[in-house]
């Protein structure tokens, strides 16, 4: 009995922090069809006109593309550095390597406004500020922490021994990396692109304090917004926002688990 208790209590306590993270999505996704002129729940109608608004606006598309491409300039630049900051990391520590990875992932736990100063603080010297590279960079900055964690994830997945079997039998280091160490980083590879890509995408301050001229991204054309509107518009790209990261993660769960399958027939066999 007594230890169902804590049991009981931690399965209530668990379910009181999904329900306060889900709740507010099955407000947002009806809001967005609403066929009221304002934001209101429940909606008084059916419509898909905030859907319209938002695919027929040259402003918000423009901001999406401008988004677009800035996400995946910092997936490559995020995924690339990432991987080679875990391979270091994994296979080739030396003194003073978690004094490094801590610094690396200061972005998670540094404020994102500091992070922002500091940055802003460096661009005015190197005269960054407004251009489209900048953002890049600073994006990536964001999203580094979490490429660097999911690889190092990947790297110590990796079974040393089926690398080592591979140049037993007189494969090289392109080629064993080719057919043996990537299709076990692939699920992590693409898990870390999927993470660059929506730390991107999700970021707004940083395009406050940096962005200028350079354009209008997503987030910000949504809180811009959200200070002069209040009609579902910004409901519909929420909704839309959320479908495509449900779609990015389920695809790269099914990735994972497809992978795990195939290592695990393949060790069957063997």
Not at 98 to 123: C, D, E, K, N
């Amino acid at each position: 009995m007594r230890r169902r208790l804590p049991n009981a209590l931690l399965w209530i306590y668990a379910g009181a922090v999904f329900a306060f993270l889900f709740v507010p999505l099955l407000i947002v996704v009806p809001v967005s069809f609403s066929a009221g002129m304002y934001l209101q729940f429940p909606p008084p109608g059916f419509s898909l006109q905030w859907y319209q608004d938002y695919f027929g606006d040259p402003q918000w598309i423009d901001a999406t593309v401008l988004s677009v491409e800035i996400a995946l300039c910092v997936v490559l630049l995020a995924v690339g550095i990432g991987s080679l900051a875990a391979f270091v990391i994994v296979r080739r520590p030396f003194p003073g390597i978690g004094f490094i990875r801590m610094v690396l992932m200061t972005p998670l736990i540094v404020p994102s406004v500091v992070v922002a100063v500091a940055v802003y603080s460096v661009y005015v010297s190197f005269h960054l500020i407004g251009s489209f590279i900048g953002i890049v960079l600073a994006h990536t900055i964001g999203a580094l922490p979490f490429t660097i964690v999911l690889m190092v994830a990947g790297f110590q997945r990796i079974d040393r021994r089926l690398e080592e079997a591979s140049y037993t039998m007189g494969a090289g280091a392109a080629s064993t990396f080719r057919r043996v160490t990537l299709p076990i980083l692939r699920p992590s590879l693409f898990a870390a692109a999927i993470f660059a890509f929506i730390a991107s995408w999700d970021e707004v301050i940083m395009v406050i304090f940096i962005g200028g001229g350079a354009g209008t991204t997503l987030p910000l054309r949504m809180f811009n917004y959200l200070r002069t509107e209040i009609n579902p518009t910004i409901a519909a790209v929420s909704t839309l926002l959320l479908a495509f990261a449900v779609v990015a993660f389920a695809t790269a769960e099914w990735l994972r688990v497809r992978g795990e399958a195939r290592r695990a027939g393949k060790g069957g066999a063997a």
